[in-house]
Each structure stands twice: as C-alpha cells, then as structure tokens.
C-alpha cells in the first residue's frame, strides 16, 4: 500500500505536461506492468491508490446505536473466476454443443452502432432559409440540431418492464371462495356451477370403475403426472414479477429523445363571440398572464370569430386567408394567478372608445322597428370606416378570466390523468422543484366557460402593467368597480388538457405538426411561452424569433396634428425603403407572412402607450445591414378633400438589429427623425448630425425586443467561447492554439447556467472535440487538456446540483443522458481505414454518407483542422499512433486530482457512458467486433480501466453512503457494459475484485452491503448473464496444464450441483457471488433490509430467466435451472428463519371460514368439553414446520419468505428430476423432513386469498380519493417517486416513521407495490372492479402453479421412499403436506390433481395411515368431508372417491376406527356448516352410495351394510346442524336441534358431552336453571355409566340409575358394553370429564342449578350421590360444606314449600306449511312462575309474525279439534290451551308434597266445554265437557322447556257428571281453605263468597233444581243422582265448617259480613233440604236466597 500511496501522491504532484510525457513516453505503462506482474494471496494488486476522504467530505462514523452489531463474515474461500474466453473458444469447437451454441457464447453483433434519423415534431423540419450565408456560430447550432442521432444500443436487452398485470392470457381458475363471494348476488344453481362442471367431470359410475381397477401403481403415477403437467405455465414469474420500483432503481432507463419540451399543455377551443348588436368586425387578442410574477408568460394569438358578412368587409380575398379556432397554451411553471387574457380591437373610427361602446350598452338586439333603423344606421357608418380605414385598429373592450379556478373547480370533480399533467415526458423523470414554488393543477377534463361581461378599455390604460393593476384591483370587493358600466356580450370557449397532437395544427413558427389523429378539424396554432427566469431546456430545433413590443411614444411637444399616432413596424434587409421583408408573423384572417405592420390607434392621444406585439422570423444569415424601421403616422378618420390616404406622416426612428455581431436584447428610447430619411441612414446613429429630431434629439419613443432564438447566444462569456473556438484554427503555431483554447475554456466557466443548458448540446459538441485535440498538443497541451477536462466536470457537476434539472430514477441529469444516448459522436482527426457502409453494417448508403459528414466535422471544424500540421512526428518523420479519444476521456479520468477528482467520482456515470460509447463507435469504425474480446483494444487501455474501477471502488469504500450510491451504480453499470465489448474475464475478475474490497470493508461501514448488492444487481442484469456462468462447462481444464475439457453434457454426481464447492464457484462465477450473498443474508443476525435486498436480487434474476425467450427450450431451462440448485440447500438451512404466514395473518381459507380444519380439530376430538379452546386458538400442527425448527425470534419478514419460496419454486420446476432425486436420496432422513416442512411453509405462503368483496373495493376506491390530492403533488413537483421512496425505505433508522398506521412486521411483509410507491392513476369503482379481478386472476394462477409444483416434487419424495432406509417418517411427512393443501383456498383443477396423489399415496403406503399413533386419518376424514360439501361437482366426485375409497381400504381391520373418525370429523363442523354445504353434503353422500352400488367386489359382505348405516346417521346429523342456522332466533327449535345432533351422537360420549352442556349454557342464557340442571344430570348420569363400567367402584354411582330419583330421564344414558369398551380402547374417553373429579365437578354445578331452580329436594338427591365418594376419600370437610348445605336446604323446603312456583304449562298446536316440520305437531312447553295464557300467545304470535310476515300469524281462540282443511293454507296457525298436570289417585297417594307434584311430570289435562249442538256453551241441563289428557315423550323438568305430546286421551263427561265435578272441585277448595296453617283469612272469604253468594249463576242452589228436581229416566244416571246429593251433602258441611273458622278470625268491623254470611248459608241450607232429603220427583222452591252484603 505504501507504493500504491507514493504513486498516486507523485501524480497529485506532478504538472500536467508531465503526466502527459509518463504516457507518451511509455512510463505509465511500465509502472502498470510492474504492478500487474506482482500476485498476492492469489490476486491481482491492482493499482488502486489509497483513496482517502478529502477534508470537505469528513462525516462522523456510525453511532453504535445505528452500525449493525458485527459483519457478516465471508464464508467461503476467495477464488478467481475462470478464464472466460480460453473456454469459449474450447466449446465452440465442441461438436457435441452445437444445439446450444446460445449458451457458450455471445451472438454476433452483440451491440450495434446505428445512425438513425433524427425525431421531428413537425411535417416538415425547422431550418434555415439560407445555408451558405450562415456564421460560423450560426451553423454550429444548426448542425447540432439537424444531425442524425447515432445510439450504441444491444440486439438482446434485458426483459425487464412485462408487466403482470398485462398481457397474460391466463386460463380463470375456479376457487371455492370465490364462489362463495358471489353467492352474495347469485343462487346455489349459478352459472359458476355450470362453469366448474367444463372440466369434464366424469359420471361418477364410470369415474369409480375406473378407480377400482386393478392398475399398476406405475401407470396410475404415470397417468397422475400427465393430468399435472398438461396446461402448465412456462413463465412462472410472469405471475409474480419483480416490484417495478426495485427494478427501475437498478435500471437504465433509455433517456428520452432530445425534443422541444412543454410544461402543462392546455387546448383551448373557441366557440362563440358576439356582443348584444352586430355591427362592425371585432378582433380578439388572446395571452396569458402570471399575476403572481407580473409577467406575461406567452405571446400573442389573435382570432377572428367574425361571421362572414363582417370577415369580407376589411379584406379583399378572404377566401386566401386562415382562420385558427384552437389554441394550445403550455404552462411550465403553474402558478395560482394565471389568466387569460382577452383584448377586443375593432376598426377604427371617428369618436372615443365611450363613445364607440355607448351603443352595445345601451341598444339592445330586438325586432322593433326603432331599433332596427338605429342598427342599421350604425352598420352603414361601421361600413364606410372599414372602407377606408381597414389597416387601422383601435383598442376596444377587455375581458380576464382566472384559468387556474377555472380548472381547479372542473378539476376536483374529474379523473386524474397524470400525462395531461406532466405534459410529454418520460415517466421516470423528476422534476425536483420545490412544492412552495409550484402550483398545482389539477387533473380535469373538458370544460366550457361562458364569458358575459367586458370592461370596456380606457384609452390612457393600454400598458400590461395597468391591466394587470386593473385585474388585481377587480378580485378586491370595491364599490367604485361596481358602478363601472360593463358591455354585455358572450364569449364561449371549451378548455380541454392536451392529450395528443390535433390535426392540423401548426407551431409557433408556422410549421406543420405531425399528428396521429386524422379526423378532420379546425386550424390549430401552438402559442409559444414565454418561461419565467430561471427555468430552461436544452434547444434542440432550429427557432430565430424576435418579438418587438412598442411601449410608449411622446408627441407631446409637436406642433400640428399628431393625435390618432400609429407606427408602421418593418423589418429592413438595407436602406431602401421599399424594401421591407415580408418576415412579420400576420394575424389571423391575414396573410402567413407581410411585410408591416400597424400599431392599435389611440384616438386624440398624443402620447399614446402601445400594447401591439410584433413578431419576426429573423432571416438565418442576419448582418449589420439588418434593422427595424418605425414610422410614425396620424391618422385622419375624417376624409380630407386635399388629402387620398388617411396617413399623414409624423417621423422615422429606426434600430439595428445586431450589436457588434450580437442580437440585440432588451428595452431602448430612440429619438424620433422628423426629416426625410437619409440614405444609409442604418449605418448612421439616429442622433445623426443635421438631421432634423423631435425634441431636441430626447429618446421619444420605447420600445423592447425579445428574441427567442436557438442560434443565436445572449450570454456574452458563452458567445465568447464559440468565438474562442472558431479563433482556435486562425493561429498555425501551438503556442497560439493553446491560448486560444485556454480562453475559450475560461470563458465557459463564466458563463450562466440558464444560456449553458439552453446551448448545452452545442457546448459538449464543441468542447469534445477540443479534449482531444489538446492531446495533439503534446507537453504544452497537457495543461489545456486538464483545463478542458476540468471545465467539463464543472458543467456536469453545475447541472446535477441544480434543483431545476430533470433527474431521472437513477438521478442522472436527463439532458446529459440525453445528449450522450443520441447526440454524441466520438471526435477523431483523422479518416480510418474502414469505410462507413463496413463500420455501420445495417445502415443505408445515404446514412452512411451522413455519418461520413459528422466524421468529416473533426477535419473540416477550424477548431480541429490546423491539428494537421500539428500532428507529433516520430524521428523518421512519418506520423506517430495518435491516441483515440475513449483513450484520451480514460487517461483524464485518471489523472485527475484532488477537488476535481471527488466530483468526477461523484458524477461518474456521465464519463463512463462517454467511454462506452466511444469505444463502441471505435470498435465499429475500426471494424473489431469480429476481433475475439480479449484482442479489442490494448493492454494499456485495459490498464487504465482496471485503474479507473479500482479507483472507483477506493472512492465507494470511504466516501459517505449518499454520495456513494450513484458511483457504485455507474461502476456497476460499467461493467455490465464492459462485459460486451471487452475481455470477459478481465472484466469478471474487476467484478471480484470490486466485490470482494465491499464486503472486507462492510464491518466498519454497514452502507456497503447495500452498495455490494446494488453493485451486484447491475452487474447481473446483463442479458447474457447465463452465459457469461459457463452453463454447460462442468469440468475445464486449462491447456497451459495439459488437461483436458470434458463434455459439458456429462452431468457430475448430484451432490456436487447442490453445494458451493470451489469448482462450483469458479465456473459459475457471478451466480456464485449472488448465491454467497444469499447464504449470508440468510443468517439470523442479518439485517433484515439487507436480507430483502439479496433476495430481491435473486427474484429479479429469476424472472430475466422466465421472460427470455432464448432459455424456454426445455433443455436450456434445465441448465439454466442447475445453475441454482445450491439455493435449494441455501433455503434449507435457512428454514428457521422463514415466515409462516399463519403467524402473521389470520387463516384465510374458506374451509377455516365455515368449518373447522385439522389445524383444530384433534383438540376438538380428544379433549374434554370443559377445557375446549376456541378454533381460532387451538393450536395449529398443520402451519408449522414438519421438523419443528421454527423459530419467531430471528424470522424473515413475510415479504422476503414468500419470495425467497418462489424462487425455491422456480428451481424445483425447472431442474432436472433425476438430479433432484439422487439428491434427495443422499439426504439423511431429517433432512428430507425438514425439506418436506419447507413445501408445506410454500403451500401456506401461496394460499389464495379470493376476491374482493364490494365492502372492500368501495373501501379501497374511497381511501385511494383521499389520498389523491398529496400524491398527485408528490409525484408532478418530485417529492417522491419509485426511487426517492425506495431509497427512504432502504435507510436504517425511522423505517417506522414511513409508514404510521402500519406496524413494522406488517410493514415487511408488504411488497412493494406501486399503489404504495409510484403514482397510479385513480380509477373510477367499475374500473377499480376489474383490476383486482384481474389482481385475483393472477393471484389464482399464481396458487395453482406453486401447489402444482409443491404436488411434483412430494411425487418424487414418494418414488424414493421405497430406496429409503426410514421411510415411514417421510411418507407421514408427505401426507402431512398433502393434508395441509387441502386445508387451504385451492382451485378445483389443483384439487383433482391432489386427489389423484392422495389416493396413489395410500395406496402404496397404508399402514402409515392407518398406524393408531398417526393423526393424519382423522384430518383427512374431516378434509374430505368439507371437500364433500363443496358446490362444484368435481370436487364432490373426487373427495367422495377418496372417502369410500378410505373406508373400503379400511373394512378388514381399521373399519370401526374409520367410521368413528368420519362421525367424529362431522360432528366437529357442527354449526358452522350453511345450508349451502348441507345440500352439496347429501348430494356427496348420494356419490358414495352410487360408489357403493357400482362396487361390485363388496357386494354380499358387511360392508355395504355398515356404510348405508353410518351415512344415513350423517345425514341425519348434517341436517340438523344446518338447521340450526335457520332459527338462530327460535331458541326453543334450536335447543331441540342441539338436542337431536346429541341424541344422534350418543354413541361418542365426549361429544355428546360437548352438546348438552351446550344446551345447558342456552337454558342459563333463558335463566332457565331447573333445565340447566337437568342437562347436567344427563351429563353426569353419562359418565357415572361410564365409569360404573369401566372402573365399578363401590363408592361411585351405578350408573344413570343412580339419578332417577332427581329424573326419571336420566334412564336413556345407558350405554352398550362393546361400545364403551370400545371408546376406552380408542382413547375417545380420556378427557377429564370422564373421572371423579368431572364427576364431582358435574354434580357441583347441578346442584349449584337446582338450589338456584328452588328445586331443594332435587339437591338432596344429588347430596346422596355425592357423600359416599366424599366419605370413600374421607374428605371431612367436604362433608362439612355438604351436612351444612342440607340444613340450609331444608329450612328453605319447610318455609317456601308451597309458595314456590316451579312452572305453568301450555299446549301449543302448530298448523300451516308455513312452520315446516312444526306443521301438525303439538307440544307442552314450560313457562316460568305464573305465566298467563295471553302473555304466552302474544309472545308467540309477535315471534312468528316476524319470521313470516305481518297479518301471516293467527292464534285459534278455542281448543276444540283443529279442521286443517278449514284453515288457509298461505297462513301460520297457533293454538295454545292452559293444561294442568294430571294425575291418577293412586298416584297421588306418593306424590304427598308440593315437589313431588311438580317434578317428573309427564301427563296433563285440560277440560273443554260443548254442546249437542256445536256451540261450545248452552243451558246448564245440555252442558257437556270434554277432558283430554296428554302424554309427553319426556317427563318434566328436561333438558327441553317443551316436549313433544306423543299420547292423546279424550273423556267425554254428561252434563250432570260435569256439575259432579265442579261441585268436588269447589268441595275440596272450602276443604284446602279452612284447613290451611296458618289460615288465610282472604283466601276463605273468598272461597266462601262464591259457595254460598247468589250473585253470578245462582250457585248450588240452581244445580240442584236443575238435576235433582226429578228422577231421571235412564237408570245409569240413578248413580250419579245419589252422588250429587252426597256432594251437596258435603258442600254445606264444608261451608259451615268454612263460616265457624272465619267468625274465629274476623274482627269486630266484619261481624255484618258475617252475619250475611251466615244468613245466605241457612238460606241455601234450606233450599237445597229437599233436594237432598227428599226421593220423590216433584220439589218446589218456596225460598228465594238474597245475595249478602258485604261489610
């Protein structure tokens, strides 16, 4: 290094001439050869000087907070690469490679040097009228501008910008879940049923035979694998493209074509304009105006939009003339206060502009005659003016309007069009003008103005200052403007954004513009602008305007008339007077071209001020002779009888249009000549001696010249330098020569960067050239040579720090790119030998003859002629070998020092691209290309490469990170460029080299990983890329070894594909580095930014590949794939770091939407209902690694998991199957597990997500409107941009601050997409609609593709299985991974390919499956059933092939086991199965007994059988769970579901168990506790009979006989032997439920129910259950907490006993179709406490008039028989009667107590009344009553508060047998009330009002005149006779016992009460004597009672 450093600083130190004779003299190249000779370490110690930070560049290392923790370390030996061309030209000669020549080496003409015509806007182009009078200077801007463009481009660029969104044909893949999305608008039977079933599912008898028969497993994989690869994607990335953003920042963007450049281009079209009367022609003159910077920013346009009648009055031949209706306006600098100006003139007359315009104010447009004459009059007189006075105009009206509101308001409402805004441009440049500088428009569409009002003009106002005064002074509320009289009027104009280039439109200059659009239009004219200071383009056309404004003029001191003044504008070629050139643009409705013209007239001004803008087209050869001459005239309006012409002559002024050879520029003051023109009066100074002036010689008249020309130079420094130039071929000695070009460069770096970018294609054509000329020079141009370099460093240096500039993605200058892609050819001195037509083979004679003139432009420009006669002679006197100038631009490069050299490091890219060019055109022009690379250009060019890259890389390892970027970016691209020109392994080794020195220094500086990748992306994006690995070299021996190369077709031992072995990395040189890079990102201490960077790398590299035509061989693409197969080992080992998306996302698929998967489902099955976990929190076998290795702590974001997958992929489709499966048979078993973990990480990381709901697209339309306004400023004024936000996203700190309202783990697994980076244009929603569908065809493509390839390669794990030692492990790995495919959102192709595998995989392997440890049986059963309910067909004939197939493979041994899991998997989907499912469910079932029936070898065994049994208890299961969907309301009808799905599961105990403490969890919801307790009862009779059987414990109960006491239901627990053994040898019932403890846990809780049901006998009951248990295990304190509960529980029975109210019972009868299978069915329910019968039938009849519909719900009144035939069948009928519990006598003989009379009631009765004749009520003698007694299917209370009646009793009673019984009834309450203790004195005077009260019915007394006043006839009524008699006999011992117990509990204020009491008793007493003691048939009635009054 100390050599190195003594050599670079000898340069600092050495003077240029110096330098200049090291390298002529050959010093230079020693000293490269002495370093090149020396080796160390096995490298080249190239000659790199010591690079150090100049003193202005110090910053401060990183913080410890901010440097990564350590480096990553290099894992693997440095190697050099292999000798690139020494093997190609051993494989060319290789017969055997000749089908893959594209491999070995590049093609020809590789690169291509074209001279191409030069782009115009125009038809035709813009140039000079005179090409042989130009100067010098002149014809220097012009041959600049006209040249043809000669680009070096290559014949095979990089694929780099397909998008993924377009042009895809992809065939629309069919997903469930998308299918459930538009269930939303459409039925099960949809068209996208129809459109599943095109994939020709065959008939299900035929599919199945087809399946039974006998094949051989070879065929079957064989046919399997020609269903998966038919259809197959060839492009795979074209589904999952690289970010466009990371591509375009690595990515040179072809710059765009030098062109006249516009900012925002507004069209405006003009329609109408008319003021209220039509008298005279008006004219409009139209310009905008920028308020803000009180400037005018266009010229002039001038409409005409008379009619014709007034359009032929001033002119003679209108029909000669055009008319332009449209104007194009380009605004470049937008600002709030722009406006449009508009300026009516009309044809001057007699009279003020108030006396002109009094009439259109005051005369309005209408058919009187009165009016008529006046318009008439007034036409007549605007007439005869025009007549005469047709050259004259006069200022008449104006009109302003604010552009900016205009649009803005149209603008809001519109769609965003960002290239209306940004005008013509590429779409990766940035302009980086700041945000408060810039205004922004918004985008608009067309939008009309109507203009109704103008200001009428004052005559002394007519300057632009006083008009801009007057606009600003109208936007502020004043009263004065008010008052001012407008004059009415309407100008309509349309606004539209200029989108494409309209026919027939023209350019300021009056050219032609082409233009696509061919449809017939009116006349058009671009209106040139006039840009604000500050802004400026590069001239690329020929323009030589010059715009005169007149400003003032002062006839104030001048005697006579000279009050109407006019000046007459021309331009003079010589003093004659006669001879003004026709060069003055004419208005339109006049010529294109006159020769004068005439200023507006002020009438009765004698200073007037002018507003007129002249414009000129300036002739290309102008010279002194050249000049304006003004005259001054006053105009006569009246006719002069003495006098023809109206003109009377005031005086001359003129001006020279050229000072000292330079275009005058500015505002002057002449004076005004009053005498006759003198003759050459233009050479003479208008203060010519003797010549007669205004005002003794003051500068009368002002006026101003603004010349817009391309040609012509205003910066006088930058005219001085192409003067210098020009002066450079004048001086013959070198002395002269080198002053010369020392001052010309002087000059340059003074002059101003606005003039420098304007002439800056110019300026590098001139000072190219120069570079090498100085070269010619010798010592003494050593120092100019320095000069130049350095002058041009300053000019690339001045326009990349300007903020003005354009930059593109990159940040190069555009205009710098620009120039060196097309304008720059490479100077020489001198003609080579080879012709023009042999350097540029593909271009045409004429071209060639073009490109001989540019070449002729180095001899033939005076600043390179003289170099002839300096040319360096040898000592023989014949010419040295002079240097080129790509040789010449190398050596500056190099020598460059100190300031300079930092910005030439810094700006790189601009002289590299020189270089390349350069050499290009040298290696065309000396027709190399057929030269083998290493022989292309010298070893000491090559010397001087190797120096400038090192250098380079010196500059990037100590420099700061932000100045570095773009350096190492230009080193990059540089030698991707190298690599086609020069010696490719020299070029690789600069590569290594370049490398290697980042990743050393990347310790101490973390920035150099980015820089290393960045370096390595450009580097590899080189369109050769494969070749340039050695693709089909797999063994090469160099021949200066004498060894041998051998045949690339002979593939080596698998295992050596597969690691980085150094022959590996020497051969595949640039893939090795990529592939190292991925193996150290890959390490868990990597930086995650660094970590996506790599592999984005590797994805953009990947997806060259897929989109290069050249590799879709088959055989190419499988070499190309070996390239990479060590990335599968890479992955591998990496698989603890990567994502699972189910760690970040919650489950997508549609089967974890509506079901359960077996990523829950074994918790479901196998654990105990108390301790289930919801779904969504059980824990997930199937979305974690098969190996376990994952580990969160060090995980990769999703983003970088998912691409790196993709890749992975990539390499498994295309690498070569044989190579894949010796690799995997060399791998240790875990190893392959961990393989296998790694296809189930791609299938969870590729799961499809469906389509977008419109929930979503609304909400995505209206988050993308509010953000539109910020992102539309960001992206038009450069404040973001695919670049500049990348490259905020890639800085280390504050990534969080970048996006706020997204987390940093959320933030990582984003890709980078464009709606988050780059603008996109806002959309409307339909349109919105169609890209994410198109987003979601891609996506669904994207899915099938990778589970495709996944389902390849398990087939290839499964052909090796058999070669494996420890196979089991692996197949139950693949089934895993198959298991887990079918959990996710796939389409229905991939499914029938997966069938295909699972099946074939069971198959061969089915002890794996069926082995009792596995749990992969039950999760394919339950995934099979969930395929079963899917709503295509196809997917229901293959899922239920698979499972009949699964269940016949299992008869002989697993069969019992098989139907358990496919009930238990059922039953674990419970409610969440649609209706939807259930329909597609039985029609699976109805496919498996089609199977069933077809299967011929089952047939007369137990097995069909068995099947037809377990589906019918499916389908019974299924039914009633989708039921339970459709009464989420009715809880009554879904807990009597519940109860049916537990009453059909009864067999598997723990579900059974799950489904009543369901129910038990409805009824506490209901407050329904007595139920609640009985759920648990059933429950805890379920496990007592279990372990009874199981265990048979003394001390437990036996069994649900235990519990019938508390319920006689509890009976049908009872379980069969053989299944609960059975359970228990299957692990079902091992939860803890099915213990003591959940026993005792159980009974706990119902008595917890029961106490709160107030059911405290009940408790006692399970307390008995309980206390044995306790004392077994003698828990004394548990006994304590039980004897003290029973204390409490029976105070609490002996003080509530009878006030307890356990419930009210009603039958309620459903009749109407509409109540489905409720119609016809009767039930009793339950109601708590004291429900009354309206309460009951208004709660129903509300709940079932919601469900069906208003005036739908009728309650039948009566309870008598329900007729269905009379009832309407469109309507729901309830019948709801109050029923009693009902009991037998003997019955009532063990039911003593209130409890017993409540509990286990299963009968009840209720009594309705009827006659003989129908009606329900008659005459007490014809009073029947029919009792009914109903019989429940379960006895009350139950797990259900209604069960079903399922016995119906009817007892008819005659009317006497009816009083029989309301007599006891009444008997037996005067009993029940006088017996009561304590008495109840309200509740016996009560009873007794109505015994013995007369005051309703007459009472006892009426009955017995009614049935004992005679003997009845029928001898069977004589027994009911005598029984009522015995009943009254009964009844009044009852009512006087009643009366003495209520005398002995009144008080004195009763006693009268009493005594009425009593009277109506001994009234009634003796009435009724002779009814009951008399036996004869005729008693009379002597006493009427009276009614006692009450007290």
Known sequence: MGYERRWQDSIDRSPPDKLRKWWHGGVFLNHLQDWNSEEVTGELKLLVPHYKRSPLMDVQQPSPSTAPSHDIPLRFDPVEPFDFEAHVTNQMVNPELESLQDLVDFPKNDVEVMLSSREYRTVNPAVPDDWNNLTPQVRSCVETYTKKWLTVTRRYPKCSKRSRRKGLNLPHQIFECDESFNMEKQSFQSSFAAQADELQTEVPELFIQRLLQPTELEEVDRRNEIKRKSGRLVDLFALYPPSDEEEALHHRVIPQSPCEQFGQRLQINFLEFKFEIEIEPLFLILALYDLKERKKISENFYLDLNSEEFRDVPQAQPRLLCYFRKAIFSITQPSSEIYLVIKVEKMLQQGSIADCADPYMTIKESETAKTKEKIGKLRFQAASFCQRLSLYRMPFAWAAVDLMSLISNCGSQSSLDRESIIGVGSGNELHSRSLDNKYNILPFGSVQHNLNMFNKQEEDKLSDEDLMKFITDEKKPSPLLRRLRKIPGVFRFEVTPVKDTPSFCFTPDFLELKSSNNENSELALEVLEFPLPGVSTPYTMYRNLLYVYPQFLNFTNRQGSARNITVKIQFMGSDNTSGALPVIFGKSGHPEYVNESYTPVAYHSRSPFFYEEVKIKLPSGLTEDHHLLFTFYHINCQPKQCQDSPEVLLGYSWLSILDNGQLRCGTFELPVCLDKLPILYSAASTSLAGLKRLDHRKAVFKLELRPVSTVHIQDRNLERFFSLCEAVGEHHSLAHQTEALSQAVSMLKLVQLEELVQFLNVVLDKLLPLLLLSSRMGAEGALVSKEIFEALIIIVDRLHNSEEM??????????????????????????????????????????????????????????????????????????????????????????????????????????????????????????????????????????????????????????????????????????????????????????????????????????????????????????????????????????????????????????????????????????????????????????????????????????????????????????????????????????????????????????????????????????????????????????????????????????????????????????????????????????????????????????????????????????????????????????????????????????????????????????????????????????????????????????????????????????????????????????????????????????????????????????????????????????????????????????????????????????????????????????????????????????????????????????????????????????????????????????????????????????????????????????????????????????????????????????????????????????????????????????????????????????????????????????????????????????????????????????????????????????????????????????????????????????????????????????????????????????????????????????????????????????????????????????????????????????????????????????????????????????????????????????????????????????????????????????????????????????????????????????????????????????????????????????????????
């Open 806 to 1991: 354009k930059k593109d993605s990159l940040g190069r200058s555009h205009y710098l790119a620009s120039y060196v892609h097309y304008v720059f050819s490479m100077p020489v001195l001198h003609e080579t030998r080879a012709t023009e037509f042999e350097k540029y083979a593909t271009l045409k004679p004429d071209a060639v003859a073009a490109l001989h003139r540019i070449r002729l432009r180095s001899t033939s420009d005076p600043a390179i002629q003289s170099s002839k006669s300096a040319e360096p002679k040898d000592g023989g006197g014949s010419p040295k070998q002079l240097k080129l100038f790509h040789e010449e631009l190398a050596y500056c490069v190099v020598f460059t020092n100190g300031r300079m050299r930092d910005q030439v490091y810094r700006h790189l890219w601009f002289f590299l691209e020189l270089l390349i060019k350069s050499m290009s055109q040298y290696l065309s022009d000396t027709d190399h290309w057929n030269s083998p690379p290493n022989l292309r250009f010298s070893e000491s060019f090559s010397s001087i490469i190797r120096t400038i890259v090192n250098t380079g890389t010196e500059f990037v390892k100590h420099q700061d990170a932000e100045i570095t970027e773009m350096t190492n970016l230009s080193l990059g691209f540089f030698l991707n460029d190298l690599l086609s020109l020069m010696d490719r392994g020299f070029v690789l080794r600069l590569i290594c080299h370049h490398h290697k020195k980042l990743l050393d220094k990347a310790v101490a500086q973390p920035h150099l990983h980015d820089r290393r990748i960045d370096f390595l992306r450009t580097v590899c994006s080189h369109e050769h890329f494969v070749t340039l690995n050695l693709p089909l070299t797999s063994n090469f021996k160099t021949q200066e070894d004498n060894r041998h190369v051998k045949d690339a077709t002979i593939p080596d031992s698998p295992v050596e594909f597969f690691r980085l072995s150094r022959k590996f990395r020497q051969q595949h040189f640039l893939v090795r580095l990529l592939l190292e890079e991925i193996a150290d990102v890959m390490k868990p201490d990597s930086g995650r930014l660094i970590r996506r960077e790599a592999v984005s790398l590797l994805h953009s590299l990947l997806a060259s590949h897929d989109r290069d035509l050249r590799l879709w061989n088959p055989k190419v693409k499988v070499k190309v794939a070996a390239l990479y197969l060590p990335l599968l080992g890479i992955v591998l080992n990496a698989l603890p770091q990567l994502q699972h998306l189910s760690d970040s996302d919650s489950s997508r698929s549609k089967l974890n939407g509506h079901c359960l998967t077996p990523r829950n489902v074994a918790s479901l099955i196998f654990t105990s209902p108390g301790a289930l976990t919801p779904p969504s929190a059980a824990a997930n076998r199937y979305s974690t690694p098969i190996t376990g290795f994952f580990n969160p702590s060090s995980a990769m974001s999703a983003e970088v998991t998912q691409t790196l997958l993709y890749c992975f992929l990539w390499v498994l489709k295309n690498a070569d199957e044989t190579t894949i499966k010796g690799w995997m048979l060399r791998l240790p078993t875990q190893r392959v597990l961990s393989f296998l973990g790694l296809l189930d990480l791609c299938v969870s990381n590729f799961e499809y997500e469906g389509q977008p709901s419109t929930e979503q697209i609304s909400s995505h339309v209206f988050r993308k409107s509010r953000d539109m306004k910020v992102r539309l400023e960001e992206t038009i004024f450069g404040t973001t941009g695919a670049r500049k936000e990348m490259m905020k996203r890639r800085e280390y700190p504050g990534i969080d601050r970048l996006f706020p309202r997204v987390s940093v783990g959320l933030q990582e697994k984003l890709r980078w997409r464009k709606d988050l980076t780059q603008w996109r244009q806002a959309v409307d929603k339909d349109k919105l609609k169609m890209e994410l569908q198109q987003e979601s065809l891609i996506s669904g493509n994207l899915t099938m593709e990778a589970n495709l390839i996944v389902l390849d390669t398990l087939e290839l794990v499964i052909q090796q299985c058999n070669l494996m030692l420890e196979f089991k492990p692996v197949v139950a790995g693949v089934l895993k991974v198959l298991i887990h495919s079918l959990c996710c959102n796939q389409s229905t192709l991939y499914l029938q390919n997966c069938f295909n595998t699972q099946r074939a995989v069971i198959a061969k392997f089915p002890d794996v499956l069926f082995d009792e440890d596995s749990e992969h049986c039950t999760d394919l059963c339950l995934l099979l059933l969930q395929r079963c309910m899917s709503c295509f067909e196809s997917t229901r004939v293959q899922a239920s092939a698979s499972l009949y197939l699964l269940m016949r493979q299992s008869y002989k041994v697993h069969f019992s086991r098989m139907k358990m899991y496919i009930t238990l998997s059922l039953a674990s989907l419970a409610e969440k199965i649609s209706n939807q499912d259930e329909h597609c469910l039985q029609k699976s079932l109805g496919i498996i007994l089609t199977y069933l029936e077809t299967d011929r070898a089952m047939q007369g065994t137990g097995f069909a059988t068995q099947v037809e049994e377990l589906l019918v208890n499916l389908k019974a299961v299924s039914c009633d769970t989708v039921k339970l969907h459709e009464f989420l309301k009715d809880v009554d009808m879904q807990i009597d579901l519940m109860y049916r799905i537990a009453k059909g599961l009864q067999n598997y105990l723990d579900l059974r168990l799950m489904w009543l403490r369901n129910i038990a969890l409805k009824q506490v919801e209901r407050k329904r506790f007595a139920e609640a307790a009985h759920c648990l009862v059933h429950s805890a009779a379920l496990v007592a009979e279990y372990l009874n059987r199981v265990e048979g414990s003394v001390h437990l109960p036996m069994g649900s006989v235990s519990f019938q006491k508390v319920s006689i239901n509890v009976l049908e627990e009872s379980l069969v032997c053989d299944e609960v053994f059975s359970m228990e040898r299957e692990g079902i019932c091992t939860g803890n439920s099915f213990s003591e403890e959940g026993l005792l846990e159980l009974l706990d809780d119902v008595v917890e129910f029961f106490n709160r049901a107030e059911y405290y006998e009940a408790v006692y009951e399970i307390y008995k259950i309980i206390i044995p248990i306790a004392e077994f295990h003698q828990n004394i304190k548990k006994l304590s907490v039980i004897h003290g509960n029973l204390k409490e529980t029976f105070d609490l029975i002996l003080s509530k006993d009878n006030k307890r109210m356990f419930g009210t019972f009603f039958r309620v009868g459903f009749y109407g179709s509409l109540f489905g299978e409720l119609d016809e069915q009767e039930y009793v329910y339950k109601e708590p406490g004291i429900t009354k019968l309206v309460e009951i039938s208004t709660r129903l009849q509300e709940f079932y008039t919601m469900q069906f519909g208003k005036n739908q719900v009728e309650v039948i009144k009566d309870s008598s028989p329900v007729k269905k035939e009379s009832l309407d069948p469109s309507k729901a009928y309830l019948q709801i009667t109050y029923v009693e519990p009902y009991f037998e006598e003997y019955e009532l003989k063990n039911r003593v107590g209130y409890y017993e009379r409540n509990s286990n009631l299963r009968r009840f009765i209720y009594s309705t009344p009827y006659t003989l004749n129908g009606r329900a009520h008659g005459e007490l003698s014809q009073q029947y009553k029919r009792k009914t007694i109903l019989t429940t299917l379960h006895a009350f209370p139950y797990i259900k508060t209604r069960i079903s009646i399922i016995e119906r009793q009817e007892i008819n009673l005659r009317p006497i047998e009816a009083v029989i019984e309301d007599l006891q009834k009444k008997t037996h309450e005067l009993a029940q009330a006088t017996s009561e203790n304590p008495p109840n004195m309200k509740m016996l005077q009560m009873v007794l009002q109505g015994s013995v009260g007369t005051t309703v019915n007459q009472g006892p007394l009426e009955v017995a005149q009614v049935f004992l006043s005679e003997i009845p006839d029928d001898p069977k009524l004589f027994r009911h006779h005598n029984k009522l008699r015995i009943c009254f006999k009964d009844f009044l011992k009852r009512c006087e016992d009643a009366l003495k117990k209520n005398k002995s509990l009144i008080t004195s204020e009763q006693l009268e009460y009493q005594r009425e009491l009593e009277r109506n008793y001994e009234a009634l007493e003796h009435n009724l004597q002779p009814f009951i003691k008399r036996r004869i048939p005729q008693l009379y009635v002597t006493t009427c009672l009276q009614s006692p009054q009450v007290v």
